[in-house]
C-alpha cells in the first residue's frame, strides 16, 4: 500500500523549515502525486498574513510548472468561534485550493478553567458547525487536541461529526503527526461514507510523504489510497 497524496505540509510561511518549492520537490522524490502547503492561518503565532498567503500561492504555481506533483496552496486555518468560524482571510479563501480547519486554541472556544466536560462538547460543536458552514475542506487531526486534553469523544459525537463530513463532503484528517489514539470516529466515517484524507503534517522537507504509521491504520481501517485523492473524494 502506498499513499500517494500529502494534504497537509508546513513551509516557512508558517512554522516549517522548508520553501513551498523545497517541500513540492521532497513530494516528487518520493513519488508522490499531489502535495498540499497548509501554513497556520493567522490566529497562530506565526501565522499566515494576506502577503505571505500570496507568495506561498506564487511559490506554489512556480514549483508545479517546474516539478511533476500537484501542488495545492492551502492553509491550516484555525477554528476560532463556537460556531465554527475560521481565522482564513476572504482573500486567502479566495485563493486557496484547500482549506484546513483545526482546533489549536481550545481558549476560543469556552473559557480557561472549565470542567474537561464543557471543553469537550465545545470541541465537538465548533467542529460540527466548521463542518456545516462550507469553508473547509478537510478537518485537521479531528480529534487529537481532545485526546490532547484528556478528554474522549463519545461514540455518539463520533458519528454525529463523521454524518456531518459525509453529508458536506468535508474529510476527516488521519494526521502521521498527531495520529490519534482512538479511532472510533474513523472506523465510523467509513461506514457512514465520510472521506478520510492523509497528511504528514511535515514541518520540514524531509518529513513530507511520511505516512509509515498512517499506512497499518489505513489498512486495518479498509482503506484504499487511491481513494485518497481529494478530487475522487470530491472533496475540492
Ligand atoms: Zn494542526
Ligand atoms: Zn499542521
Redesign the pocket.
Known amino acids: 500500500m502506498r499513499l500517494r497524496y500529502d494534504l ?1 505540509t ?1 513551509t516557512i510561511y508558517s512554522d516549517g523549515l522548508g520553501t513551498p518549492f523545497e517541500n513540492a520537490a521532497a513530494a516528487e522524490e518520493r513519488g508522490l502525486e499531489a502535495v498540499a502547503l ?1 501554513d ?1 492561518g493567522p490566529a497562530s503565532p506565526e501565522g499566515l498574513s494576506d502577503r505571505s498567503f500570496r507568495r506561498l500561492v506564487a511559490e506554489a504555481r512556480e514549483a508545479e510548472r517546474q516539478l511533476s506533483v500537484k501542488v495545492y496552496a492551502g492553509v ?1 486555518a484555525n477554528i476560532v468561534s463556537p460556531t465554527g468560524e475560521i481565522d482564513a482571510t476572504p482573500g486567502m479563501l479566495e485563493q486557496a485550493d484547500l482549506v484546513l480547519g ?1 482546533v489549536h486554541h481550545p481558549h476560543l472556544l469556552v473559557p480557561s478553567a472549565t470542567p474537561t466536560e464543557e471543553t469537550r462538547r465545545a470541541i465537538v460543536q465548533a467542529t460540527l458547525r466548521c463542518i456545516e458552514r462550507g469553508e473547509v475542506h478537510i478537518i ?1 487531526h479531528p480529534v487529537w487536541i481532545l485526546e490532547e486534553l484528556n478528554c474522549r469523544i463519545t461514540a455518539q459525537e463520533a458519528e454525529e461529526i463523521a454524518r456531518a463530513a459525509a453529508d458536506h463532503n468535508v474529510g476527516l484528517e488521519l494526521n502521521a ?1 498527531h495520529l490519534p489514539r482512538d479511532f472510533t470516529l474513523y472506523q465510523i466515517a467509513v461506514r457512514v461514507g465520510a472521506p478520510i484524507t492523509f497528511g504528514s ?1 511535515a514541518h520540514a522537507p524531509e518529513e513530507v510523504g511520511r505516512f509509515k504509521p498512517l499506512i497499518k491504520v489505513a489498512r486495518k481501517l479498509g482503506v484504499e489510497p487511491s481513494e485518497t485523492d481529494p478530487r475522487e473524494l470530491g472533496i475540492l
Do not use: G, K, L, N
Open positions: 497537509h508546513h497548509t497556520h491550516e483545526a485537521a503527526r503534517d
